[in-house]
């Protein structure tokens, strides 16, 4: 029998006064994948992100992560449960060094062990390339590395489903190379992820599986070889620069 995934997205809808900012979107991410979620500006991607992660509450539909019901949960009790993200820009403690911030995830966490923490900071260090920054303090740091250590932030309670909003933004090409390579090891070490980027280019080598959204409707799901073929995406979103 195979797995149940680990997230699981059913009949999502979210109303805004008058607006439909998300309509009916369904869609799951498995254990150890990497899953995209792309589309045009105003597409729904950061409000279901938000849906998601307890931010809000959706006015329709079901979402499950790890076989547990969590609409109507806290962000709090939803984090507890596996689940970290992070946002577009960067939400990091600007007056804190790199370190601190990095400890702050641990201090919801009642009774941390002291040699632990250190140990899993120095962890993070090394996997998101900033151990040499380690003392810095996090607002002196280039806007790449403040998103990496924002990614830093989230790993450090061992999630197993991570959010990453629009990660490879304001990075050059190098950047974003190593970002999305980092993303892969991400996986490696078990950690599903369900992301939001517009570098289409970095999606399509990173991801699995690609979910595309347009006026908050899903439009397509498939691989990136799949989702890059379809007619319905590059009239929406992809344009006509793309070779299909």
């Known amino acids: 029998m195979a797995a149940e995934p680990l997230l699981q997205v059913a009949g999502l809808g ?30 729904g991607k950061t409000t279901t992100f938000n849906l998601v992660s307890g ?12 076989g547990i019901d969590i609409v109507g949960l806290r962000p709090d009790r939803i984090v507890a449960l596996g689940l970290a993200r992070t946002f577009q820009g960067t939400r990091i403690f600007p007056g804190l060094s790199v370190e601190e911030n990095l400890r702050i995830p641990l201090l919801a966490r009642a009774g941390a062990d002291e040699r632990a923490a250190a140990e899993r900071v120095r962890e993070v260090l090394a996997f998101v390339g900033l ?32 959010l990453l909003d629009e990660p490879f933004a304001g990075m050059n090409p190098a950047e ?12 490696a070490e078990g950690i599903s992820v369900l992301l939001v980027e517009h570098d289409v280019a970095a999606v399509m080598e990173t991801c699995d599986r690609i979910v595309v959204l347009n006026q908050g409707r899903k439009i397509a799901e498939g691989t990136p070889g799949e989702i890059h073929r379809d007619p319905a995406v590059i009239e929406a979103y992809l344009g006509a620069d793309v070779d299909a």
């Open 14 to 43: 979210k109303r805004f006064a008058g607006l439909v900012a998300v309509d009916d979107v369904s869609f799951t991410a498995d254990r150890g994948e990497i899953v995209g979620l792309i589309g045009p500006n105003g597409a």
């Open 55 to 66: 931010r809000f509450a959706p006015s329709s539909g079901r979402i499950r992560l790890d």
């Open 131 to 162: 151990a040499a920054l380690r003392d810095s303090i996090g607002g002196s740091l280039a806007y790449a590395h403040q998103s990496l250590l924002g990614i830093g932030m989230a790993l450090m309670r061992r999630p197993a489903l991570l």
């Open 176 to 187: 974003t190379r190593a970002a999305a390579a980092m993303v892969r090891r991400i996986r």
